[in-house]
Structure formats: C-alpha cells, structure tokens
C-alpha cells in the first residue's frame, strides 16, 4: 500500500510515537508493536488534521489499527 501522503504520514506518527520512520511499515500495529495508548492516537489525529488538513473522526480512529491503515484513510479522505 502506497499512498502520496505516505511521507508525511509515516513522519508525523513517528514524532508523535517516539520512534523512527525506519521502525513503521505498513504492517506496523499501533498497539502491539508500539505500545501506543487511545491518547496517543488522538495526538496523532490532531497532527495530521493541522499538517495535512485531513480530519479523522474518533469513531474512525478507534479502527485504525496499523500504520498502513492511518496512510489509507489519509489517502481516501485527503485532497
């Protein structure tokens, strides 16, 4: 899965999950791979709604599990 925002995407969540760019891939579970809380994924939310202008809903969030799927609502419901 490949999207055009994946550069600012992969970006923003390895800011906000205190990690590197090189450490997320698609497959990469915000749970049991980076131990991510509800919180931190809010922060996320925020972020890619004031950086890219794409906002995510809370009901929408709470099924975006992986990496891969944060890039593909970004790229369904960006510009």
Known sequence: MSTTNDPGVVEILADRLQTTTEYLDDET??????????LDLVEVAEAIEHRLGVHIPDDDLAG???????KQYVAEHGD
């Open 64 to 70: 975006l599990d992986t990496v891969g799927d944060v």
């Open 29 to 38: 579970h915000f749970e049991d791979d980076l131990d991510a809380e509800s």
